[in-house]
Nanobody, 115 residues
Framework: QVQLVESGGGLVQAGGSLRLSCTAS????????MGWYRQAPGKQRELVAV???????NYAEFVNMRFAITRDNAKNTVSLQMNSLKPDDTAVYYC?????????WGQGTQVTVSS
């Protein structure tokens, strides 16, 4: 089992920045993928950004170079620096961990962007 603990959500004005962090604990196998998904009210959960333990990165199109995902493999942490935030970025952001076919989720952290 893998436990994920997130931090860093909050309320920010449009154009502002937030940094989300997530730490994984438990039985950690490599190679693995960590990252972030989000879910807005009434919408499906969607990919934001993920990064493999080998360094491969995948961003959703809507990110449009506004966000940056980083990892510290030694500490089992993943962070998401979010800049130029828009009201459409308002959602619950979930930390994600995948090893082979096993997927684990954090409890979610609320990000609210006011206009």
């Amino acid at each position: 089992q893998v436990q994920l603990v997130e931090s860093g959500g909050g309320l920010v004005q449009a154009g502002g920045s937030l940094r989300l962090s997530c730490t994984a604990s438990g039985t950690i196998f490599s190679p693995n993928t960590m990252g972030w998904y989000r879910q807005a009210p009434g919408k499906q959960r969607e990919l934001v950004a993920v990064r493999s333990s080998g360094g491969s990165t995948n961003y959703a199109e809507f990110v449009n170079m506004r966000f940056a995902i980083t990892r510290d493999n030694a500490k089992n942490t993943v962070s998401l620096q979010m800049n130029s935030l828009k009201p459409d970025d308002t959602a619950v952001y979930y930390c994600y961990f995948r090893y082979l076919g096993n997927i684990f989720w954090g409890q979610g952290t609320q990000v609210t962007v006011s206009s």
